[in-house]
T-cell receptor, first 112, second 114 residues
Framework: GQQLNQSPQSMFIQEGEDVSMNCTSS?????WLWYKQDPGEGPVLLIA?????ELTSNGRLTAQFGITRKDSFLNISASIPSDVGIYFC????????????FGDGTTLTVKP | DTEVTQTPKHLVMGMTNKKSLKCEQH?????MYWYKQKAKKPPELMFV???????INESVPSRFSPECPNSSLLNLHLHALQPEDSALYLC?????????????FGSGTRLTVV
């Protein structure tokens, strides 16, 4: 089956720093999604990307759909303590679109 | 209403018990999902319902039995579970199988099998 490689696995940063994480796949996806999960909660959708090359922002978050359709990255600018959590990328195909493939997650720790 | 509501939030059950997890959404979504998540791991797909019909079963053991009574409700019936089945069980919904708008997840049920 399809697999996503998400990196880095974990990050420890100082408040105010920028963060970058990415996902790569051996096969293409037609949609890339980025979720954040807080402890004891379900993942929450942050950004959805639908077209190769697309760059989309949501507040301090910016994500891009790679032009090869095999990768995506997420940037967080000026991190704050509430950015702490696990960030997951997920890819979807057009056919059988209900099924998402998730990356292993990036655990972000922000030191005040 | 933009939420997926899961009950109970926590559940402890013995290996001989029968219990059910419940999930409800009122967003008009026609696809609903059960995921299992172990600590520090991504969610793993278990079942997909599309228009109240089971469309994907990811080779889940028969001790997990899903049910979709109507378009707003999704249940997961549990019987004779093993300690390794302890995990966070997440319900999610989306607009429909042919749309790519991502999932809305519930907060999950933390299941402990003793």
């Amino acid at each position: 089956g399809q697999q996503l490689n998400q990196s880095p696995q974990s990050m420890f940063i100082q408040e105010g720093e920028d963060v970058s994480m990415n996902c790569t796949s051996s096969s293409i996806f037609n949609t890339w999604l980025w979720y954040k999960q807080d402890p004891g909660e379900g993942p929450v959708l942050l950004i959805a990307l639908y077209k190769a090359g697309e760059l989309t922002s949501n507040g301090r978050l910016t994500a891009q759909f790679g032009i090869t359709r095999k990768d995506s990255f997420l940037n967080i600018s000026a991190s704050i303590p509430s950015d702490v959590g696990i960030y997951f990328c997920a890819g979807q195909l057009a056919a059988g679109a209900g099924k998402s493939t998730f990356g292993d997650g990036t655990t972000l720790t922000v030191k005040p | 209403d933009t939420e997926v509501t899961q009950t109970p939030k926590h559940l402890v059950m013995g290996m001989t018990n029968k219990k059910s997890l419940k999930c409800e959404q009122h967003m008009g979504h026609r696809a609903m999902y059960w995921y299992k998540q172990k600590a520090k791991k991504p969610p793993e797909l278990m079942f997909v319902y599309s228009y109240e019909k089971l469309s994907i079963n990811e080779s889940v053991p028969s001790r997990f039995s899903p049910e979709c009574p109507n378009s707003s409700l999704l249940n997961l019936h549990l019987h004779a579970l093993q300690p390794e089945d302890s995990a966070l069980y997440l319900c999610a919904s989306s607009q429909g199988r042919q749309t790519n708008y991502g999932y809305t997840f519930g907060s999950g049920t933390r299941l402990t099998v003793v």
